[in-house]
């Protein structure tokens, strides 16, 4: 059992889907009108269409293909096909364990969702993808892999990695508060790492 | 096993609106398909000569030793029809999943919407499916569906009515209410190429009454609500069409996918189904 930094908080505001991945899942992650934010297998039970093409309405997440719509309990609410029939409540999107903490969205791959200790008054900065493994990432931080990257040489930026595999790797990036020229300068450094990560990757 | 099954039913490769020479692919084998407006010809990468014939606007072909005979749709030579070849769109999903598509309506106000469907009108009403075992066919009938505009020749919002037949694994046909003559059905069919199990090429079909629309405008209104399908079709997991009943979750509306379903897995036709849960 993992826990996996999905996605900065503030990309996801009231009413958006989107897809992500935590340890080889593909998930759909989405927030309802009231704020609370929801990650499922992506795929419908019902003709297994992906989730993450699917629409918010008010506090379900409603599928592309035919409108079923499911509650932030997973359990299937609406089937517009058959408006009149109460869904059984066997019919169930596969929920993992969510928690917002420090900005960022960590999504278990099993079990509840830990993530590590935030950083206080810590800022969203940004989410980029490397095209390297995450110990190049690491390395090009002059780090080793952990669930959190204090960068030495820029001590305001903080990396939480999440790794899709050998060749891509995702990086939620946090900073210190920053007036508007820091944070530019912040992002040129994030691209300069990538840069830096994935000449090394080849 | 299932490759073999497919291997003997026909396929259409090429339409013949125009003569052309076609490099195609049919159950993962490169085929070379010439049409000179007159007779065609169906080529493998060996040089193996392959059966043509040409039908509904197509050229089909037959790679296996013994093919069983391609259905016929009767209204394709009625006088006063338009017939309206649509053209190939290639889709990367199972050539099934493409067939099923195709006979499911509920989907209409979500994928198609304001033209074939739109909320609230999304109830699926009771309708009628059987396999006829004389000609070992799927029939849906009694179908009816609301829909905002039904056909390019629809004026309006109509109460639709139709009726689906599978006569083919990988080929469906639905007669559809036909807005200029109340005493005639549409017909609309969509001829799948299985390129691969997952790759697949539709070609739509139909054979109208309509004496106003040009024949550009209907192929565009057809390719239209196809490309709206392959965005679905595009992002179904898994890529194969699953015949375990415990990998998906059907309800009344999805009875003539049920009986398709069962069809395919008791003739054999596995090629682009899945048997197993995953």
């Known amino acids: ?202 | 096993m299932s490759r073999e099954h497919a291997l003997d039913d026909w396929y259409p490769v090429a339409d013949t609106v125009l003569p052309q020479i076609r490099a195609t692919r049919l159950l993962d084998t490169d085929l070379s398909v010439a049409w000179d407006g007159e007779t065609a010809s169906v080529t493998g990468p060996d040089g193996t000569a392959y059966p043509a014939e040409i039908r509904f606007d197509h050229v089909w072909t037959c790679l296996g030793p013994a093919p069983r005979p391609l259905f016929g749709i009767e209204e394709a030579d009625q006088p006063g029809r338009r017939r309206v070849p649509c053209g190939g769109v290639r889709v990367r999903c199972s050539p099934l999943r493409a067939v099923e598509n195709f006979l499911d309506i509920a989907h209409f106000p979500y994928v198609h919407t304001g033209i074939l469907g739109a909320e609230p009108h999304t109830e699926v009403f009771p309708y009628e499916v059987k396999i006829r075992e004389e000609v070992d066919e799927v029939w849906a009938t009694k179908v009816s569906f609301y829909q905002p505009q039904a056909a390019k020749s629809a004026g309006g919002a109509t109460d639709i009515r139709y009726e689906y037949r599978v006569p083919h694994p990988m080929a469906a046909v639905l007669y559809k209410t036909c807005p200029p003559r109340p005493s005639e059905w549409d017909v609309i069919a969509i001829f799948v190429q299985p390129v691969s199990e997952t790759v697949c090429i539709a070609w739509p079909w139909m054979a109208l009454f309509d004496d106003t629309s040009s024949q550009a405008e209907l192929v565009q209104f057809q390719q239209e609500i196809f490309l709206q399908d392959r965005s679905i079709l595009e992002n179904q997991i898994p890529a194969g069409l699953p015949l375990d009943p415990r990998m998906e979750i059907p309800t009344r509306a999805d009875l003539t996918s049920v009986a398709y379903r069962r069809w395919l897995k008791r003739r054999g036709a596995l090629y682009g189904a899945l048997t197993e849960a995953e």
């Open chain 1, 1 to 202: 059992m993992t826990t996996f930094p999905v996605a900065l908080a503030h990309d996801l505001p009231p009413g958006r889907v989107q897809r992500a991945f935590a340890g080889g899942r593909d998930l759909v992650l989405w927030r309802s009108a009231s704020g609370r934010a929801m990650a499922w297998d992506n795929r419908c039970p019902h003709r297994g269409m992906r989730l993450s093409h699917g629409f918010v309405r008010g506090e379900r997440l409603a599928c592309l293909y035919h409108g079923w719509q499911y509650g932030t309990e997973a359990a299937c609410a609406h089937i517009p096909a058959h408006p009149d029939l109460a869904p059984p409540a066997t019919i169930r999107a596969a929920a993992y364990d969510l928690a917002e903490a420090g900005g960022v969205i960590w999504v278990a791959d099993e079990g509840y969702a830990d993530p590590p200790d935030m950083p206080l008054a810590v800022m969203p900065l940004r989410s980029l993808t490397f095209r390297c493994d995450l110990a190049t990432l690491a390395w090009a931080c002059g780090l080793e892999p952990a669930p959190l990257l204090f960068l030495p040489e820029h001590p305001s930026l903080v990396i939480a990695p999440n790794p899709l595999g050998p060749d891509r790797t995702e990086a939620h990036v946090l900073t210190a508060p920053l007036h508007a020229a820091d944070r530019i300068a912040a992002i040129h450094q994030t691209e300069a790492l990538r840069r830096l990560a994935e000449e090394a990757a080849g």
